[in-house]
Nanobody, 122 residues
Framework: VQLVESGGGLVQPGGSLRLSCAAS????????VGWFRQAPGKEREFVGF????????EYSNSVKGRFSIFRDKGKNLVYLQMTNLKPEDTALYSC????????????????WGQGTQVTVSS
C-alpha cells in the first residue's frame, strides 16, 4: 500500500493540527496504521497506532490525552488529531502500515509515507 501524509505546518503552542494518511493501492482499513515522528538529531519515536481489531488505538505517554487516531473508511484515510501542541512535538510525522503485531516497533511496519513536517513555535 502506498501512503501519503498531509496536514503538517506551523502552529503556535497550544494549537491543534490534523494530519492525514491517505492510502492507494489497497484498503487501509485492512491494515494496522501507526504514526511515528522524528525530530532533527533524534531517533524515530512511536506516537500511536490504530488496530484493525475494533479500531482500538494506543498512544505513547508523551501524547496520550492530547493526540487521537481515527479512521475514515469511506475515504481510505487515517487521521492523527493533535491538540494542545507543545514545542517538543516538533518533528517530521510519518504514517506506516502493518499486517502483523509488535506495533510499537517501527520494524513491524511494511509500508511508510514520506512524512509531513509539524513545527510548534510562537
Amino acid at each position: 500500500v502506498q501512503l501519503v501524509e498531509s496536514g503538517g505546518g506551523l502552529v503556535q503552542p497550544g494549537g491543534s493540527l490534523r494530519l492525514s494518511c491517505a492510502a492507494s493501492g489497497d484498503t487501509l482499513s485492512t491494515y494496522h496504521v501507526g504514526w511515528f515522528r522524528q525530530a532533527p538529531g533524534k531517533e524515530r519515536e512511536f506516537v500511536g497506532f490504530i488496530s484493525v481489531i475494533g479500531s482500538s488505538a494506543e498512544y505513547s505517554n508523551s501524547v496520550k490525552g492530547r493526540f487521537s487516531i481515527f479512521r475514515d473508511k469511506g475515504k481510505n484515510l487515517v487521521y492523527l488529531q493533535m491538540t494542545n501542541l507543545k514545542p517538543e512535538d516538533t518533528a517530521l510525522y510519518s504514517c506506516a502500515a502493518a499486517t502483523r503485531g509488535g506495533l510499537y516497533n517501527p520494524g513491524a511496519y511494511d509500508d511508510w509515507g514520506q512524512g509531513t513536517q509539524v513545527t510548534v513555535s510562537s
